[in-house]
């Protein structure tokens, strides 16, 4: 058997699917935010097994993008998580209706 | 079967026991470590794809920034409050799961039938080998094609720090624009004058009313354990100074 | 490197990996003695001559004893964690350069694992691995002087590995590459200086990088004077206190090991590695001069824990993010200005 780029985009594929199940169905606000990164992580790969089959480097640019903005992402995510907690909400998704009501 | 295959296939099942492990663990704790086994898998991924630099800056900027955060948040968050587990009732949660199953079948055909694209890139292993290697490869796109993104990402982190350095600590940025706000004293020397003026009744930008714990109106107070005539300098008791 | 056959790369990290756990092991008894003559004390004398023995003692003290998880504890995470602190240590050494390409019996040999192309970012990520053992250790334990002291040990240990990323920017503007092999390579072009021929060692051209950069490597491995995490007077062991046996000897050693690769690290990146008189014709020499140096930083590390008192926590943190990272980034930017300088690209 030889090794494709078809391997590696199956793998991101599942792994993203894994990550959409997670945001979908957990109810803890970090696990949901946890499985968010898990998603990014899912599509950098599917950019660099590209950047691979095409030979060039800009896949892996972008790859560079996404971390960054999925670091500040996360960053802002998680403060409002802990504000949120300090003013006594639970950190949990189905009550964080502050914003809808 | 050559070492190429076994390792792929090692390093995906990490990478998707991970990310199992992450969406079922019941402590978030364990998710985090979930994640954490399967962003390592990723970065030997990345090592596979021939990108050593983004494994490394994988591991360095995901791993070792982002789920440490995501960990610290988890151990500072109360744990009586945790929630029930899933969103939704058991049936619903067995028809989300097949119904990804279905959409992963849908992108698997997808991935079968494409026409592969051909390696017309400009980056072939040769141009990365006379540039010097993967990094030196990508410093030359990120500086020469890339740079005004670059200017952008970096404004982008610059927001996310200021937005959560003011959501993560309002206490600290009132006390520098000037409000007040009452102290807990375990034990006070003589002299401090215990009524602090009047605070501000909320402590957050979000002006959200708590709902744990009462915040009491009016001025704040200094809570002291003993009353100021109970300390006496050093070495002085009631009975008289000893030496 | 692909071209040396794979039992020779095994011999090589055999040999890498004893010598590595020997002088972990010594690295204790050597920093007894130092401390204890600091102190106007001997230190160990009594097991073995000049107490040479004493670290086969301490392991078997520390072998012997109750292998306890407390009952709040969380399994699995109280036994993996010291294990990612152990394995993320040993783990850099992979990258360190003992010198080039030897022949040996005939056999090119080269003497270090692997010349990654991101050699020196490989320690960086292997040092952020080991925070997880240092923060999952704490949560694990049950304990709530646990939870504060894996807690202050992590927020300690990821800021200063932005102090010593940054530090090393500089390192990777000068040279242009950021294997460490090509690193020691170019420390070992001379330069004139007057009427004199030196090596190009990068303390001499980045010295604000190299204090920052020891700062930084002995806050990461949470040594005096910032073991704050770790201090007995303030929360008994820290992330460590529920470890008792083998576990707690993981911890403790795998710290030591930290040490000795910091100092590794040190000395390749700003003294040249194996570089020094003689070390171009006998490679064993090269050997000697890169063990000396390590000494030497590993003195410095022994010196300041006899010295120093310790900081206290915020005043750790506010060194790390208001006087170190900005530092560094002057660091940078002078580098880089003085870089197109002698390009000829600014004026």
Same mark, same amino acid.
């Given at each position: 058997m030889e090794l494709t780029t078809n391997h590696f985009l199956f793998l991101s594929a599942a792994l993203f699917i894994v990550g959409m199940m997670g945001v979908l169905t957990r109810r803890n606000i970090l696990v949901v935010l946890m499985c968010v990164e898990m998603m990014v992580a899912a599509v950098a790969i599917t950019f660099v097994a590209f950047s691979n089959e095409t030979q060039t480097v800009n896949g892996q640019v972008f790859v560079l993008f996404a971390l960054a903005i999925a670091a500040a992402e996360s960053a802002v995510g998680l403060a409002i998580v802990v504000a949120l907690s300090r003013r006594g909400k639970a950190p949990d998704v189905n009550e964080m209706q502050a914003l809808r009501d | 079967m050559s070492w190429d295959v076994i390792f792929f296939f090692v390093l995906a099942a990490g990478t998707l026991v991970g990310g199992i492990a992450t969406v079922a663990a019941e402590n978030p704790v364990h998710s985090a470590v979930g994640l954490l086994v399967s962003f390592i898998n990723i970065a030997g991924i990345f090592v596979m794809l021939g990108s050593e630099f983004l494994a490394v800056l994988q591991i360095i =900027?995901?791993? *070792?920034a982002v789920l440490v955060l995501i960990l610290f948040v988890v151990m500072l968050i109360d744990p009586e409050n945790l929630p029930a587990f899933? =969103?939704?009732?058991p049936l619903q949660r067995y028809v989300s799961l097949l119904l990804g199953l279905v959409l992963l079948l849908e992108i698997g055909a997808a991935i079968i039938t494409r026409t592969a694209m051909e390696?017309? *890139?400009?980056?072939?292993p040769a141009w990365i080998e006379s540039a010097g290697g993967n990094i030196q490869a990508i410093g030359q796109v990120l500086f020469s094609e890339y740079a005004l993104a670059l200017e952008i990402a970096s404004l982008v982190l610059g927001v996310g720090v200021i937005g959560a350095v003011v959501l993560g600590v309002p206490e600290r940025l009132g006390r520098m624009a000037g409000l007040e706000k009452a102290t807990i004293s375990l034990g006070h020397s003589r002299g401090l004058n215990p009524q602090l003026p009047a605070g501000h009744k909320f402590e957050t930008p979000m002006d959200i009313p708590a709902e744990r714990y009462d915040v009491p109106e009016g001025p704040r107070r200094v809570i002291m354990t003993k009353s100021a005539d109970e300390y006496k300098h050093p070495g002085e008791t009631a009975q008289g100074t000893r030496r | 490197m692909g071209d040396q056959p794979i039992w020779i790369t095994f011999i090589v990290t055999l040999i890498i990996m004893l010598v590595l756990l020997l002088g972990m092991a010594y690295t204790t008894w050597v920093e007894r003695k130092i401390l204890a003559r600091f102190q106007d004390r001997l230190g160990p004398t009594r097991t073995g001559p000049a107490g040479l023995l004493q670290p086969l003692a301490d392991a078997v003290k520390l072998m012997g004893k109750e292998d306890l998880v407390p009952r709040g504890a969380d399994r699995k995470m109280f036994l993996w964690a010291p294990m990612i602190s152990f394995v993320a240590a040993v783990l850099s050494v992979s990258v360190i350069p003992f010198g080039g390409t030897v022949e040996i019996f005939g056999q090119s040999v080269n003497l270090f694992i692997a010349d990654l192309n991101v050699g020196a970012l490989f320690l960086l990520a292997a040092g952020s691995i080991g925070t997880y053992g240092i923060i999952l250790a704490g949560m694990s334990s049950g304990n709530r002087y646990s939870l504060l002291g894996g807690l202050r040990g992590g927020a300690q240990v990821i800021s200063y590995e932005l102090v010593l990323g940054f530090s090393l920017v500089g390192i990777f503007l000068i040279s242009?590459?950021?294997?460490l092999g090509d690193i020691v390579a170019q420390q070992k072009q001379t330069i004139g200086i007057g009427p004199f021929e030196i090596q190009n060692w990068f303390i001499l051209s980045q010295p604000l990088a190299f204090v920052l950069f020891m700062i930084g490597a002995v806050a990461e491995n949470n040594r005096?004077?910032?073991?704050l995490p770790e201090a007995e007077s303030e929360l008994i062991a820290g992330h460590m206190t529920e470890y008792s046996s083998f576990r707690f000897a993981l911890f403790y050693l795998g710290e030591y090991i930290a040490i000795l690769i910091m100092c590794l690290f040190a000395s390749t990146l700003f003294l040249g590695g194996t570089a020094g008189p003689g070390a171009d014709r006998f490679w064993g020499l090269g050997i000697l001069w890169l063990v000396l140096k390590v000494v030497a930083f590993f003195f410095f590390y022994v010196w300041l824990r006899a010295t120093l008192p310790r900081f206290r926590f915020d005043q750790l943190m506010g060194l790390a993010w208001k006087v170190l990272i900005p530092l560094a980034l002057v660091n940078v930017l002078l580098t880089a200005f003085f870089r197109l300088l002698a390009n000829g690209q600014v004026f």
């Open positions: - | =900027v995901y791993t *070792g899933y =969103v939704a009732q390696a017309i *890139g400009p980056h072939s | 242009g590459s950021m294997s005096a004077p910032f073991d």
